[in-house]
C-alpha cells in the first residue's frame, strides 16, 4: 500500500488505494497527482466538499485512501443524501490506526483499511462489527469476496470488500521475447538496466520471497528465509535494477517511456501510460504473486451511524464501483461489469475469480503482528527493508 | 535591535511572532527532544529515559548519515559556488542587467519544487532533451542512461532547484559592497584579484554562509529528489526518519534520527563558518 501512496504521487494517488501492495510507500507528490489533485480538488468543489455544510447535512469523518470517496459520490449522491464528507486521505492503514488510536475512536466514522491488515485493526479493537441487513449491496458481492479472510471474525462482518487487485510479473510484449513466467526472470541478463522495483514494502518482499523459497504463502517466512529474501532484493537493486520507482504510477511512466520493460506490476500499470501505453502483458508466475483486497469499514462508536450505513451500502452500488474502475481497479460486484467499457472488463478476469486467486496462491496475509517463536514478524520484515534501503 | 526591544511598544510588536515562535517551534521542538528518548514497547510509549536511540542511529544508520552528509555537502558547495558567480556578475560585471537579471531569478521561484524536478527527469531521460541531442549529432547511438537515476541527477536537480534561494542572499550581500572601496583598491594599485578576496569576499562572508546554510539544511532534510532521479543506491536518512514515524511505529527512533542530523548539520555549518573566516579575510 505504500504504493499507495505512492500513488500518491502519481496521477493515481487520486485513486489510490490499494490493499497490500500499498502499504508504506512514501508519498511524494507527481506531476499526475498534482494534476489529479486539482482536478480533484475542483470536483470537490463542486460537490461541495470542503463547502460550508448545510444546516440539515450529516458531516461524516472519513479517513482513507483518495478517490474511494470520489467513487462513493458518483452522480451526487452524496448531496443527494444530505450527506458532507470532511476527508482526510492517508498513506497506509497505519496512520489510520495511529489516528484512531489517538482519540478517534468516537470521532471517525468511515475508514479504508486493506483486507490483509485487518487483524491489525481488529487486534485494537478499532472496528464496529457491521449489521449487513443495512448494507443489502452486500449480496451483489462476488462470492469470491464476500468470505475474504480478515473481514469477518467469529462471524461477525467487519469491514466490506470494496475493490481487488495484485501484482503479477509485468512486461512489454513488444520488447520482450517469449513470456516471462518466474520472478526469477528479473535476472535475466537481457533486463540489466531495464527493471525497476516500486517502493512497496508488501509487494517486493512477498514477491522475492516466493522467488527466494519457491512458495506463495510468504506471509510466514523464517528468519533464514527472510535473509535470503533480502539478500535477494539487494542482489536485485544492485545488479539489475535501473532505479526503486517510488510510486506504481512512476513504474507506468517508466514503462511507457521504455525505460523498463519488466518489474513486478499492478494491473492498473498497463492502462496508466494512456495514449502512450506500450503493449503491456502480465501473469502470476509459477512461485504466485500477492493479491489485496480494499475494504470500507466504520470505526468503533462512530458518530454517524445511519449516515455510515448509506455510504457503506453506496460502496457497492454499481455506480460507485462502476467509477472504481475508471481508476483501474478490480470492481467487487457482479452487478457493476456489465457497466464497465470492455478495456475495463478486460483488465481482471471477472469471470473465474476463484482460479485466478488460486493460481496466485491464494489470498494474501499480513506477516504476523506479534512473533509466534517461528516466523519473522512485520516489524522484522520492515528491518530487512531498511537494510535493503541503506545497501 | 537590543536597545529597541527595551521600548514597551517595540517588544508589543515582537510579541506575537516571539509567542507564535514559542508555540509552533520551540514547545514541539522540545516535545520531540523529550520524545527521543522514550522508548516503544509493543507499539506503546514507554517514557523511560534511555540513550538507545541514539546508539542506534550511529551504529546502525551511519552509512546513510554518510551518504546524506556527503551529498549535502557537494550540493551546497556546487550551489553557492554557481550562485556566487550569478550574483557577482550582476553586481560587478554587468551591474547594468543586475536588476533584470535579479528578476529573472525571482521569476524561476515560480515553478514548484516537483515541477523542476520532474522537468529534470524529463531532460535526463532516454528520451530527453540530451539524450535526443547527442544522438542527433551522432555523438552516441544508444540513449545514456547514467544522466538521470544516478547521484549526478540529483546533483543538478537539486542545484536547480536551490540556485534562486542561494543567489537572493549572496547578491544582498554584494549590493552592500560600495564601489568606492574596489576603486579605491584599484586606484592604490591592487590586481583584480587581490581586491576580490581582500574587499568583496570578506564583505560578503555573511551571504556566502547563509546561501550554503540553506542549501546545505534543505538538501540534509530531502529525500523525494533521490527517490525520484537518484537511482537505487542514493537513500538518504529523510527516507528513514519518515519511516518511523510511519509504519515502524516508533516515533522516539525518528526524533533521535532528526535531532542527530540537527546537531551534525549544525558541527558541519559551524566548520564552514569557521572555514570561510579563515579563507575570506582581508591580507
Same mark, same amino acid.
Given at each position: 500500500?505504500?504504493?499507495?501512496?505512492?500513488?500518491?504521487?502519481?496521477?493515481?494517488?487520486?485513486?489510490?488505494?490499494?490493499?497490500?501492495?500499498?502499504?508504506?510507500?512514501?508519498?511524494?507528490?507527481?506531476?499526475?497527482?498534482?494534476?489529479?489533485?486539482?482536478?480533484?480538488?475542483?470536483?470537490?468543489?463542486?460537490?461541495?466538499?470542503?463547502?460550508?455544510?448545510?444546516?440539515?447535512?450529516?458531516?461524516?469523518?472519513?479517513?482513507?485512501?483518495?478517490?474511494?470517496?470520489?467513487?462513493?459520490?458518483?452522480?451526487?449522491?452524496?448531496?443527494?443524501?444530505?450527506?458532507?464528507? =470532511?476527508?482526510?486521505?492517508?498513506?497506509?492503514?497505519?496512520?489510520?490506526?495511529?489516528?484512531?488510536?489517538?482519540?478517534?475512536?468516537?470521532?471517525?466514522?468511515?475508514?479504508?483499511?486493506?483486507?490483509?491488515?485487518?487483524?491489525?485493526?481488529?487486534?485494537?479493537?478499532?472496528?464496529?462489527?457491521?449489521?449487513?441487513?443495512?448494507?443489502?449491496?452486500?449480496?451483489?458481492?462476488?462470492?469470491?469476496?464476500?468470505?475474504?479472510?480478515?473481514?469477518?471474525?467469529?462471524?461477525?462482518?467487519?469491514?466490506?470488500?470494496?475493490?481487488?487487485?495484485?501484482?503479477?510479473?509485468?512486461?512489454?510484449?513488444?520488447?520482450?521475447?517469449?513470456?516471462?513466467?518466474?520472478?526469477?526472470?528479473?535476472?535475466?541478463?537481457?533486463?540489466?538496466?531495464?527493471?525497476?522495483?516500486?517502493?512497496?514494502?508488501?509487494?517486493?518482499?512477498?514477491?522475492?520471497?516466493?522467488?527466494?523459497?519457491?512458495?506463495?504463502?510468504?506471509?510466514?517466512?523464517? =528468519?533464514?528465509?527472510?535473509?535470503?529474501?533480502?539478500?535477494?532484493?539487494?542482489?536485485?537493486?544492485?545488479?539489475?535494477? *535501473?532505479?526503486?520507482?517510488?510510486?506504481?504510477?512512476?513504474?507506468?511512466?517508466?514503462?511507457?517511456?521504455?525505460?523498463?520493460?519488466?518489474?513486478?506490476?499492478?494491473?492498473?500499470?498497463?492502462?496508466?501510460?494512456?495514449?502512450?501505453?506500450?503493449?503491456?502483458?502480465?501473469?502470476?508466475?509459477?512461485?504466485?504473486?500477492?493479491?489485496?483486497?480494499?475494504?470500507?469499514?466504520?470505526?468503533?462508536?462512530?458518530?454517524?451511524?445511519?449516515?455510515?450505513?448509506?455510504?457503506?451500502?453506496?460502496?457497492?452500488?454499481?455506480?460507485?464501483?462502476?467509477?472504481?474502475?475508471?481508476?483501474?481497479?478490480?470492481?467487487?460486484?457482479?452487478?457493476?461489469?456489465?457497466?464497465?467499457?470492455?478495456?475495463?472488463?478486460?483488465?481482471?478476469?471477472?469471470?473465474?475469480?476463484?482460479?485466478?486467486?488460486?493460481?496466485?496462491?491464494?489470498?494474501?496475509?499480513?506477516?504476523?503482528?506479534?512473533?509466534?517463536?517461528?516466523?519473522?514478524?512485520?516489524?522484522?520484515?520492515?528491518?530487512?527493508?531498511?537494510?535493503?534501503?541503506?545497501? | 535591535?537590543?536597545?529597541?526591544?527595551?521600548?514597551? +511598544?517595540?517588544? +508589543?510588536?515582537?510579541?506575537?511572532?516571539?509567542?507564535?515562535?514559542?508555540?509552533?517551534?520551540?514547545?514541539?521542538?522540545?516535545?520531540?527532544?523529550?520524545?527521543?528518548?522514550?522508548?516503544?514497547?509493543?507499539?506503546?510509549?514507554?517514557?523511560?529515559?534511555?540513550?538507545?536511540?541514539?546508539?542506534?542511529?550511529?551504529?546502525?544508520?551511519?552509512?546513510?548519515?554518510?551518504?546524506?552528509?556527503?551529498?549535502?555537502?557537494?550540493?551546497? *558547495?556546487?550551489?553557492?559556488?554557481?550562485?556566487?558567480?550569478?550574483?557577482?556578475?550582476?553586481?560587478?560585471?554587468?551591474?547594468?542587467?543586475?536588476?533584470?537579471?535579479?528578476?529573472?531569478?525571482?521569476?524561476? *521561484?515560480?515553478?514548484?519544487?516537483?515541477?523542476?524536478?520532474?522537468?529534470?527527469?524529463? /531532460?535526463?531521460?532516454?528520451?530527453?532533451?540530451?539524450?535526443?541531442?547527442?544522438?542527433?549529432?551522432?555523438?552516441?547511438?544508444?540513449?545514456?542512461?547514467?544522466?538521470?537515476?544516478?547521484?549526478?541527477?540529483?546533483?543538478?536537480?537539486?542545484?536547480?532547484?536551490?540556485?534562486?534561494?542561494?543567489?537572493?542572499?549572496?547578491?544582498?550581500?554584494?549590493?552592500?559592497?560600495?564601489?568606492?572601496?574596489?576603486?579605491?583598491?584599484?586606484?592604490?594599485?591592487?590586481?583584480?584579484?587581490?581586491?576580490?578576496?581582500?574587499?568583496? *569576499?570578506?564583505?560578503?562572508?555573511?551571504?556566502?554562509?547563509?546561501?550554503?546554510?540553506?542549501?546545505?539544511?534543505?538538501?540534509?532534510?530531502?529525500?523525494?529528489?533521490?527517490?525520484?532521479?537518484?537511482?537505487?543506491?542514493?537513500?538518504?536518512?529523510?527516507?528513514?526518519?519518515?519511516?518511523?514515524?510511519?509504519?515502524?511505529?516508533?516515533?522516539?527512533?525518528?526524533?533521535?534520527?532528526?535531532?542527530?542530523?540537527?546537531?551534525?548539520?549544525?558541527?558541519?555549518?559551524?566548520?564552514?563558518?569557521?572555514?570561510?573566516?579563515? /579563507?575570506?579575510?582581508?591580507?
Amino acid at each position: 500500500m505504500t504504493a499507495e501512496r505512492n500513488r500518491a504521487n502519481d496521477r493515481i494517488l487520486p485513486k489510490a488505494g490499494s490493499g497490500l501492495v500499498h502499504f508504506r510507500v512514501p508519498v511524494p507528490m507527481t506531476r499526475r497527482s498534482f494534476g489529479k489533485g486539482m482536478l480533484a480538488a475542483g470536483a470537490a468543489g463542486a460537490l461541495g466538499f470542503g463547502a460550508r455544510p448545510a444546516a440539515a447535512a450529516t458531516e461524516v469523518r472519513y479517513n482513507g485512501w483518495q478517490g474511494l470517496d470520489a467513487s462513493v459520490d458518483a452522480g451526487g449522491w452524496l448531496a443527494k443524501n444530505d450527506i458532507t464528507l =470532511q476527508a482526510t486521505y492517508i498513506n497506509s492503514n497505519e496512520e489510520i490506526i495511529a489516528a484512531a488510536q489517538a482519540g478517534g475512536i468516537g470521532q471517525m466514522d468511515i475508514v479504508t483499511p486493506d483486507a490483509y491488515f485487518l487483524p491489525a485493526y481488529l487486534a485494537g479493537d478499532l472496528l464496529q462489527e457491521l449489521d449487513l441487513s443495512r448494507i443489502p449491496n452486500f449480496a451483489n458481492v462476488f462470492p469470491q469476496f464476500q468470505n475474504s479472510p480478515g473481514i469477518s471474525k467469529d462471524g461477525k462482518y467487519f469491514a466490506l470488500p470494496n475493490y481487488w487487485g495484485s501484482c503479477p510479473l509485468m512486461w512489454n510484449a513488444d520488447l520482450v521475447q517469449g513470456t516471462p513466467d518466474s520472478w526469477h526472470d528479473l535476472f535475466r541478463p537481457e533486463f540489466k538496466g531495464k527493471t525497476a522495483i516500486v517502493e512497496d514494502v508488501i509487494a517486493a518482499t512477498m514477491s522475492f520471497a516466493m522467488a527466494a523459497t519457491g512458495r506463495s504463502d510468504v506471509y510466514n517466512l523464517t =528468519q533464514e528465509e527472510l535473509d535470503k529474501t533480502i539478500d535477494l532484493l539487494i542482489k536485485f537493486k544492485k545488479e539489475q535494477a *535501473l532505479t526503486i520507482a517510488p510510486s506504481w504510477g512512476d513504474l507506468a511512466s517508466m514503462f511507457a517511456n521504455e525505460e523498463i520493460v519488466i518489474a513486478i506490476g499492478w494491473e492498473p500499470c498497463s492502462i496508466w501510460g494512456g495514449a502512450d501505453a506500450k503493449n503491456i502483458k502480465w501473469a502470476v508466475p509459477k512461485e504466485g504473486a500477492i493479491n489485496f483486497v480494499g475494504c470500507f469499514a466504520m470505526v468503533r462508536d462512530a458518530p454517524n451511524v445511519d449516515a455510515d450505513y448509506l455510504i457503506l451500502n453506496q460502496s457497492l452500488a454499481p455506480e460507485a464501483q462502476a467509477a472504481n474502475a475508471n481508476e483501474a481497479f478490480g470492481v467487487i460486484t457482479a452487478d457493476a461489469v456489465p457497466l464497465l467499457t470492455p478495456e475495463q472488463q478486460a483488465l481482471y478476469p471477472y469471470g473465474d475469480i476463484p482460479s485466478y486467486f488460486e493460481a496466485s496462491g491464494g489470498a494474501t496475509r499480513l506477516y504476523p503482528i506479534e512473533s509466534d517463536g517461528t516466523h519473522v514478524t512485520y516489524d522484522q520484515v520492515l528491518d530487512g527493508w531498511e537494510k535493503f534501503q541503506r545497501a | 535591535m537590543a536597545l529597541a526591544l527595551r521600548r514597551p +511598544a517595540h517588544t +508589543a510588536l515582537a510579541a506575537p511572532s516571539a509567542v507564535f515562535f514559542l508555540v509552533f517551534f520551540v514547545a514541539p521542538a522540545l516535545h520531540l527532544l523529550l520524545t527521543s528518548f522514550w522508548q516503544m514497547r509493543s507499539y506503546k510509549l514507554a517514557h523511560d529515559f534511555t540513550l538507545e536511540n541514539y546508539i542506534e542511529v550511529f551504529t546502525g544508520y551511519w552509512d546513510s548519515i554518510l551518504v546524506t552528509f556527503g551529498m549535502a555537502i557537494v550540493i551546497a *558547495l556546487t550551489t553557492t559556488a554557481v550562485a556566487f558567480f550569478f550574483a557577482y556578475s550582476a553586481r560587478f560585471v554587468v551591474p547594468r542587467w543586475g536588476n533584470l537579471m535579479l528578476a529573472l531569478v525571482m521569476f524561476t *521561484l515560480f515553478g514548484g519544487y516537483l515541477t523542476k524536478i520532474y522537468a529534470w527527469k524529463t /531532460i535526463l531521460g532516454p528520451s530527453g532533451a540530451i539524450n535526443s541531442a547527442l544522438i542527433a549529432t551522432g555523438a552516441i547511438e544508444q540513449p545514456i542512461d547514467m544522466f538521470l537515476y544516478s547521484p549526478v541527477a540529483v546533483v543538478v536537480a537539486l542545484t536547480h532547484y536551490l540556485l534562486p534561494l542561494s543567489i537572493l542572499p549572496l547578491y544582498g550581500s554584494l549590493r552592500s559592497i560600495g564601489d568606492q572601496s574596489v576603486e579605491a583598491a584599484c586606484d592604490l594599485g591592487a590586481r583584480r584579484w587581490r581586491s576580490f578576496f581582500d574587499i568583496i *569576499l570578506p564583505q560578503c562572508r555573511t551571504g556566502l554562509v547563509v546561501s550554503f546554510t540553506l542549501a546545505f539544511l534543505f538538501t540534509v532534510g530531502d529525500y523525494v529528489t533521490p527517490r525520484l532521479v537518484g537511482g537505487p543506491v542514493t537513500s538518504m536518512m529523510g527516507v528513514f526518519i519518515q519511516n518511523q514515524f510511519g509504519s515502524r511505529f516508533n516515533p522516539p527512533l525518528g526524533a533521535a534520527m532528526s535531532f542527530s542530523i540537527i546537531a551534525l548539520s549544525a558541527l558541519v555549518i559551524g566548520f564552514a563558518v569557521l572555514l570561510l573566516t579563515r /579563507i575570506a579575510r582581508p591580507r
